[in-house]
């Protein structure tokens, strides 16, 4: 069906009252995009749906008779206002007129809107006079922008003029202000992203470097030098025809992507969310393999919006400069290639990019000026084109580049504005064959937030702020190690190479390793610190998954950490690319929790290896000190110590090893205040004081089966989540069980009324002994999308307990089942660890069976069977009843 045969239809629409006509009109016109969506350029698309509402708007507006009225004008706003519309984009309006419509025709304009809405159109419409029009838009950018791109399409002429004239009048925004206004708004947006492109699902429309951004830059000329085509600002000096080509090019690209993003959602959608991205992959041509399909798509996205980044910054700087009439108030000549421009490197002729050694010496350069803020437009237009000059052979084949990149990474300010504009102008991609593999590469998971090579950015920049000022209050550890190190390049070096294996078939740390040794020969390294720099790489998840997926108060645990740890430089190396590594996975991933679980392994495996590993020793020594600084604080608060004492002599050991003085003084004061429960009563307490971790929850009483599941139940429930939970049992059949929760997003629970109502929901629970309770959380949409097989492992420690390492998808519900499943099987739970990696849960749990023994190998085989079977129908449910 051809774009004519459509405008014809609308042609032999003649009754305003018909709306099913008008409505199959629209679906046909839906039939044509779909069909051609792969046979016909999407510039052609997008304007041939602006084409056709257009058309379908003059012929209800005429049936409608609006267009007898002299001051009356149906007005395109916005992108419809471009001429430009996706298949599901809104249509902006503006029905404008003289003077405030009489009733009837507000009538007929209701008429008119209801008839758009009714034949399944998304209309956003105003209706205003001239003068309140340009009155709100004098006070919100939003509509002043929308009136920059406003188009007539029916109506007044002469009131539409009025419009425009006074847009380009002196009582409008000014040039200055609006572009200062818009600069603003797009600082503002790109924060809501975190300031980078490279987010895995990102939003073709207002992610950095995506359309907006090329928008942004049409508005700004627009108002300024009130051109219609962006073609014109090549005779204005601000785009080469070639970067003008390359624009083009580009929002081409990322129409392609939105067009068919809507196509798949079928609605107006702008975020390639994983759901949709396999079939707008194969949509577009990249073919139907999945993960690897997306993955080819992804890549060529980012690249894109890269190069959309750079010529926004390139432009904007232009447009600022020449719209506010800036004049440099500070040069200084730095040396024969570059000045200094109120801060922004600026080369002084053009040949100062000639060679890639001149590329990475710039690096030096800036690394060497403090008081550089970033790129001259001038400077980012030669380094691009410099770049797309040497990609005969990657840099690193140079020894000269060799040489220059060891200065670089050994310079204490390397890595910060050098490194930020290595990564984000494509000269590491240029440098390192490696790092070139995983531009733009994607992590198919809800844990990463980031493609590798940006997490890979953020993780060395949280390295950098740790040697910074700033990274002396917020973390004062790695601060100090920082600081002793004497050589600092090598935790960089381990940084840069620690996910660089990821892509390619085999475990990326051990590829990494790999190609790190290589890296290390080929750059000169002693074998002493190739040895260091490799074995971090290797061994870069060592220390999360020791601390999240492990008891680090089993003596053995920390045994077998500090074995493989070896020695205190090799400790603080790890510890501070752990912290580092995790903070920049997710920005909503590091908490309280995690850096109390690094920090006591840290502290614990430190003394385990300066006592030579006699651990024992060491916790004996701790519960000393816990005990005795918990009965300083109760004896100043005036408890019974006589009272303290009989408490304590129910528990054993272990429980003052696991609890702090803090958590102590708490449970005791809890406990004794509360003597008189009855058999069946379950004292609920919470406390925000206690752990940083998070909320700290403690249940006293009377064994009984299902306790954990139960309380799990209504926490899940409640959007909860359980971190940590220590079971302990009392000599008299009493349980003490203490969790450590936290919000489902990894906030505190700050709030006194919210912690009551936790406290209140279960008691109400606990208080129906032997009925389940109903969770009727769903689960979330992305989860349903997501794969995570169930996998068990299980050991036996030196106390003869069983740890049951659980994986598994992160569904609703999902510990108060699995606990359910340990009652079924008359097992006791003594410990649970909780970590929650994105979609996957990493959950420790320490049993033993009915006679406190390990679980047999049968046992194990028989909890194993159960478990995947509970939880493969537990994934296909939507809610959970516990």
Known sequence: ??????????????????????????????????????????????????????????????????????????????????????????????????????????????????????????????????????????????????????????????????????????????????????????????????????????????????????????????????????????????????????????????????????????????????????????????????????????????????????????????????????????????????????GLLQARHEAVFDSPEKLLGFLLLVADTPQAQGLHSATLRLLRNA???????????????????????????????????????????????????????????????????????????????????????????????MQNLDKPELLYIAALFHDIGKGRNGDHSKLGAADLQEFCQQHELSSKDTELAVWLVEQHLLMSVTAQRRDIYDPEVIHDFAGKVRNKAYLNHLYALTLADIRATNDNLWNDWKSSLLRELYQMTRKALENGLECQIDLQSLVNEHKQEALTLLREQGHDLEQVTRLWRRLDWDYFVRFKASQLVWHTSVILGHEELDEQQVLVALSDDTSKAGTELILYGRDRASLFAQVASVLDSRNCSIHDAQIMGTQDGYVLDSFIILEQDGGRIDSASRRQSLKNAIQTQLAKPGHQHINNRKMPRRMKQLSVPTKMRFFTNQANMTLLELEALDAPGLLAKVSQQFVAFGLSLHMAKITTIGERAEDLFILTNAQGQALSQEEQLSLKKQLIETLDQQNHGETCQN
């Open 1 to 342: 069906m051809a774009l004519q045969n459509l405008l014809g239809d609308i042609n032999q629409l003649d009754d305003v009252n018909n709306v099913g006509a008008f409505k199959a009109c629209v679906e046909s016109s839906y039939r044509w995009l779909n069909s051609e969506s792969s046979q016909v350029d999407v510039d052609h698309l997008v304007t041939g749906r602006a084409v056709f509402v257009d058309a379908l708007l003059r012929q209800a507006w005429q049936l409608l008779q609006l267009d007898t009225y002299s001051d009356l004008s149906l007005v395109a706003v916005g992108g419809y206002g471009r001429g430009q519309l996706q298949p599901y984009s809104d249509v902006d309006l503006l029905l404008l007129s003289v003077k405030t419509p009489n009733d009837e025709i507000k009538e007929k304009l209701g008429r008119f809107i209801t008839l758009l809405w009714d034949i399944g159109l998304d209309v956003g419409q105003s209706v205003r006079t001239v003068k309140d029009t340009i009155k709100l838009a004098n006070q919100d950018i939003t509509i002043a922008t929308n009136l920059v791109e406003a188009r007539l399409l029916s109506g007044s002429l002469s009131t539409f003029e009025q419009l425009q004239k006074k847009v380009q009048s002196r009582e409008f925004w000014s040039s200055q202000d609006f572009f200062l206004a818009k600069y603003e708004e797009q600082v503002q947006r790109h924060a809501k992203f975190n300031g980078t492109s490279y987010n895995l699902e990102p939003n073709v429309k207002e992610n950095p470097g995506c359309l907006r951004d090329i928008q942004s830059i049409g508005w700004v000329a627009k108002k300024h030098f009130k051109v219609l085509k962006g073609r014109e600002l090549v005779e204005h000096g601000y785009f080469t025809a070639r970067e003008f080509e390359e624009l083009i090019e580009c929002r081409n690209h990322l129409w392609r992507i939105r067009y068919s993003l809507h196509l798949v959602a079928g609605r107006s959608e702008n975020r390639l969310l994983f759901d949709y991205q396999p079939q707008v992959a194969k949509r577009l041509g990249y073919g139907d393999e999945g993960k690897a399909s997306v993955e080819t798509m992804m890549k060529a996205f980012f690249r894109t919006v890269r190069r959309i980044s750079e010529l926004n910054e390139m432009l904007l700087q232009h447009f600022r400069h020449d719209i506010l009439a800036l004049k440099v108030r500070n040069h200084q000549v730095i040396n024969q290639d570059f000045a200094l421009a109120d």
């Open 387 to 481: 770049r797309r000059r040497f990609r005969e052979h990657y840099f690193c084949e140079h020894e000269g580049c060799r040489q220059i990149f060891m200065q670089l990474v050994r310079h204490p300010d390397f890595f910060g504005l050098a490194w930020d504009l290595a990564h984000k102008h494509g000269i590491m991609q240029a440098y390192l064959p490696q790092w070139n593999q995983i531009v733009g590469m994607m992590q198919f998971d809800l844990f990463h937030a980031y493609t590798v090579d940006e997490h890979t950015h953020r993780l060395i920049k949280n390295i950098y702020s740790y040697s910074q000022p700033q990274g002396a209050k917020s973390f004062p550890r790695c601060h100090r190690i």
